[in-house]
């Protein structure tokens, strides 16, 4: 007892984690539709049941709490399950780039040390010319072993604590080689929270999963969804065709579409004659759009553009406050900070800069991960003075929006100013 607390009773009741959050969706609405890939259409009950059992076919490799699965495939059903059958098992979801070189592979797999890796009949060549020869591989023999697997028990869920690390998401930026980024399972219900407060995203909207799954977008977007009884539809690249079909179709919350697609999409959407049933708001990363395309997907969508800058280490802040109206160019692409964390903007020896000055940005907040995985120096570096230094320097305006200048490794020093290459 603490000051009158049971501080232990207290912990205890608050560490609501990923796996458990699923378990009163299966309670509450067990006959929805969890996942539809197109051929097979899940409800909360059959996805739950799917899910424990594939947590029992991992513990039967020996993987328990804070060990490392590794997964290498395309957008799938079973990629959604594995999310939560290591949740379920207090175990680590490394999450493997299909798009990088044997080599580059080699080094994320070496970096995390699996217990075992799962992969799809696509992906699963790479891994044997690595060495894996004995990934769990999905298909008729992972379905039949599904079958037969003893479900994991609802047992497993009272040891798995809410800061446990749920996920290893890779990225490298501009610094080389990928850093495996661990995500827990307090920063993953808080990010989704953010989602829902600041874009009025829906429990129960759709969400469509075509970006790579081991990318932050569409697993966070895919767990929020199906941690709050929504419906996710795993699809298997950027389709045009399909992702047409799913808008005039389904109510969608968050619809994700990246730099260099949004003015083709754009113009499939208009040749089709698409209607859009329900988009909450669309695409990513404004700053690399033509404002002409972001005025016409808008348009299309019936819904605003979001103009946040975020990274996987942070989730959608610290800048998640600004969406771009419907069927405007924008003129201006300056971000708002969201209200649901703290950034200071710092120079190299980190003092903070006053507004109108360049400054590193530096955030804190409980959608941070929880530091690079097997890497002090990294961690020591980025996390220093309990902050959290982003590698990208912004400048505060008058009116308190940030604009993004550049990113730290550019700075140039002359004659005692810092000088970034962007301001020139």
């Not at 909360?44 to 029992?56: E, H, K, P, S, T």
């Amino acid at each position: 007892m603490t000051n009158g607390l049971d501080v232990a009773g207290v912990a205890r009741s608050s560490r609501s984690t990923v796996a458990s959050l699923l378990v009163q969706q299966l309670k509450l609405n067990p006959q929805a539709v969890a996942v539809d890939d197109g051929t097979r259409r899940l409800t909360y009950a059959q996805f739950g049941d799917r899910v424990r059992r594939q947590a029992g076919l991992l513990a039967g490799r020996g993987v328990g709490r804070g060990d490392r699965v590794a997964i290498l495939s395309e957008n799938r059903l079973e990629y959604l399950e594995a999310y939560f059958a290591a949740a379920w098992l207090g175990a680590i979801l490394a999450c493997q780039n299909w798009r990088l070189s044997v080599g580059e592979l080699r080094h994320c797999l070496d970096l995390v040390g699996p217990k075992t890796v799962l992969a799809s009949p696509r992906h699963r060549p790479k891994l044997e010319e690595l060495g894996w020869a004995d990934a769990l591989e999905f298909g008729e023999v992972y379905e039949a072993d599904l079958a037969a697997a003893e479900p994991a028990g609802f047992d497993r869920l009272e040891a798995v604590d809410a800061e446990d690390p749920l996920l290893i998401l890779y990225t490298s930026g501009t610094t080389g080689l990928p850093k495996g980024a661990v995500i827990g399972h307090r920063a993953e219900i808080v990010r989704n929270l953010v989602i829902r407060a600041e874009f009025g995203v829906a429990p129960d909207d759709t969400f469509a999963a075509w970006s790579p799954l081991y990318h932050m977008g569409a697993a966070e977007c895919s767990i929020g969804t199906l941690m709050t009884g929504g419906k996710v539809i795993p699809v298997d690249g950027f389709d045009q065709d399909r992702l047409a079909g799913l808008i005039a179709t389904e109510p969608l919350g968050w619809l994700l579409l990246m730099p260099g697609m949004v003015g083709a999409f754009a113009d499939e959407l208009e040749r089709r004659g698409v209607t859009a049933r329900s988009v909450k708001v669309c695409g990513v990363m404004a700053d690399l759009v033509p404002p002409a395309d972001i005025a016409r997907i808008t348009r299309l969508l019936g819904a605003p553009y979001a103009n946040t800058f975020g990274a996987t280490e942070t989730g959608c802040p610290p800048c998640s406050s600004s969406l771009l109206p419907v069927g405007e160019a924008p003129v201006r692409l300056s971000k708002r900070q969201s209200p649901f964390c703290e950034v200071r903007l710092v120079d190299p020896d980190d003092n903070e800069v006053p507004d109108g000055s360049p400054g590193e940005l530096a955030m804190r907040g409980p959608t941070l991960f929880s530091g690079y995985w097997r890497n002090p120096e990294a961690n020591a570096h980025d996390f220093r003075g309990g902050w959290f230094h982003m590698g990208d320097v912004f400048v505060r305006n008058p009116d308190g929006t940030l604009d993004f200048v550049d990113r730290v490794k550019y700075l140039i020093k002359s004659g005692g100013e810092n000088i970034y290459p962007a301001e020139i």
